[in-house]
Every structure is written in C-alpha cells, then in structure tokens.
C-alpha cells in the first residue's frame, strides 16, 4: 500500500489564525490517524500578494503549535515551468482556449453565477476563429487561457471521488464532482502562467498526495480539480472537508477580515496547549 501522505498548503499572504490552526492540526491528526505523514507546501503563485517574510512567519507559528514536516518544503513560486507544461498538455489536446474579456465585459453577459457567487463566464471567447485569435494575441492584448469545461466533460463522462470523515477510519463515500456549474474556469491568469486550481492539482500529484484535508469552503472547487486530475492522467486523492470557524457574527474567519492571529495570540499569552485545547485537538 502506497503510504499516505497529507498536506497543509496555506497561501503566505498574511499572518495565519484560528482557522488554520485548525485546518493544520486536523490534517497532522488525519496523518497520524493514517499511520502517514504531514507535509507543508507554500502555496504562493501571487508573487504580488505573497511575502518571504509572511512564508517566516507560517512556519514560525506551525514549529510553535509543535508541528513539524519533512524537508524540503515545496515552494510553489519556483514550479511555474511545470505549470505551464501541464497548461501544454490541455491546449495541445484542444481544451484550452485564450480569453481576451475584461471583467465587466464578463460581469455585463455573464449567464448565472459560480458556486462563490462570481459572474459565470458566458463563453463569449470560446467562439472566436482561429484568425482572430492570432490578430489578438500579436497584437499583445491582455489574455488569460480558460478551459473549454463542456468538451473536457464530453470527455470525461461523469467524475466521481470518495470522501472520507475527519477519523480517516470510516469507509469514504462516492461523490458526483460537478465542475460544470464552475464553467470555462481561468487556468491561465493574465498575471501568471498558471492559477489556483492548475498548481494544486500538479503539485498534489507530483508530492504523491493521497488524502487532501480542506475547509468546506474549498469542496466546491474540487470538482475542478478532479476534472483536470482525470484530464491531466493523474490521480484524485480522498478528500476531508473540515468545518471552518467562525466569528462572533458568524463570518468565517480571514485574514481580510483581520481576525486575530495566532502571533497575536502567543503575544497575550496563550499556549500551544491552550489552542488545543480550544480547538478540541
Ligand atoms: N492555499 C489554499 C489556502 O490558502 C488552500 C489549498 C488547498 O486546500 O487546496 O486556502
């Protein structure tokens, strides 16, 4: 049996608080659980928004919950030419298509919305010709590469992936994954060669990832991402959607929001223990 490997992916840009605490003690319980093995990886394509000292900070706080990984931990700002090669593969089989639309021209057509409540791209670019296509990108207009979702599940057929309980002991369940409602979603960012949804799905498989532990708020976007694992011919991990915490007004914690962080924390004198406690760990 392949040895069960987990991972803790946070994105550093900002200081991390109680939700991912939580999130990252669950996954190295998961791990102990599966007699396997916790890793960290830095999820930090958004050159802009994440920061070297913020990458310090996370795992100044995860050493401090006494978490530890093996080393070296994967920095996901020095994969984009594997991105990109994965990019290669869907365009080369037809399912990527270049978008040239700017937000509002979304915004003004779009046809529904996302799982998040985005605008639903209406597939304005899908259409273009060839030779269109080539005037717009010599012309070096701003472009993004979306995926063509409709003919990628002509080909696929239905997708489904277990889901398993936060013991990791309970027999994982089927799910349907439905990327359709995401539509033709960006692979390809105007401002980096891949996105979100590309280098999770790349970098989970080349770490050998078999059980993916993530918030509810990320379950809709795995249908995504099982869509691209069977296009890309690689495997779909088992999935754990922990809860996630909430604020006295019931928002989900978040670093835009300014939840208080776990350095604040430690600086008004609550422990690891504390914090496990708190958590229920
Ligand atoms: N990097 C993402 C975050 O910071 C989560 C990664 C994932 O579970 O795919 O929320």
């Known amino acids: 049996m392949t040895k069960p490997l987990l991972r803790f992916a946070p994105s550093p840009n900002g200081r991390l608080h109680l939700g991912h605490a939580f999130s990252a003690l669950l996954t190295w319980q998961a ?6 093995t916790a890793l960290l990886r830095i ?7 994440c920061k070297p000292e913020f990458t310090a900070a996370i795992i100044e706080d995860l050493h401090w919950l006494g978490l530890d990984w093996p080393e070296p931990v994967l920095h996901q700002s020095s994969r984009f030419e594997l991105y990109g090669e994965a990019a290669n593969r869907l365009r080369a089989a037809n399912l990527l298509y270049p978008c040239f639309c700017s937000r509002s021209d979304i915004a003004t057509r779009a046809t529904g919305t996302d799982p998040e409540g985005a605008p639903l ?3 304005t670019c899908r259409h273009l010709s060839n030779a269109e296509r080539i005037t717009r990108l010599e012309r070096g207009d701003p472009v993004q590469f979306r995926l063509d ?16 309980g936060p013991t990791m002991r309970d027999r994982p ?9 995401w539509g033709d979603v960006v692979l390809q960012r105007k401002d980096m060669p891949t996105s979100y949804h590309l280098s999770v799905v790349v970098d989970d498989a080349a770490q050998g990832i078999t059980h993916v532990t993530r918030g509810r708020d990320m379950e809709a976007a795995t249908d995504i991402h099982v869509l691209l694992q069977m296009l890309l011919g690689i495997p779909t991990p088992i999935y754990h959607f922990h809860r996630l915490l909430l604020d006295e007004t019931g928002q ?23 914090i496990r406690r708190q958590l229920g760990f």
Do not use: V
Not at 31 to 36: F, K, N, Q, V
Not at 173 to 181: F, K, S
Not at 252 to 274: F, I, N, V, Y
């Open 173 to 181: 369940q089927i799910r349907y994954a439905r990327p359709e409602r």
């Open 43 to 49: 999820e930090d394509i958004d050159i802009n928004r």
């Open 31 to 36: 791990a102990e659980h599966l007699g396997g």
């Open 252 to 274: 989900k914690l978040s670093k835009s929001k300014g939840s208080q962080t776990l350095a604040d924390l430690r600086a008004a004198g609550t422990t690891p223990e504390d």
């Open 149 to 164: 979702t409709e003919t990628a599940l002509e080909r696929t057929g239905l997708l489904t992936f277990s889901l398993i």
């Open 121 to 123: 791209y209406p597939g």
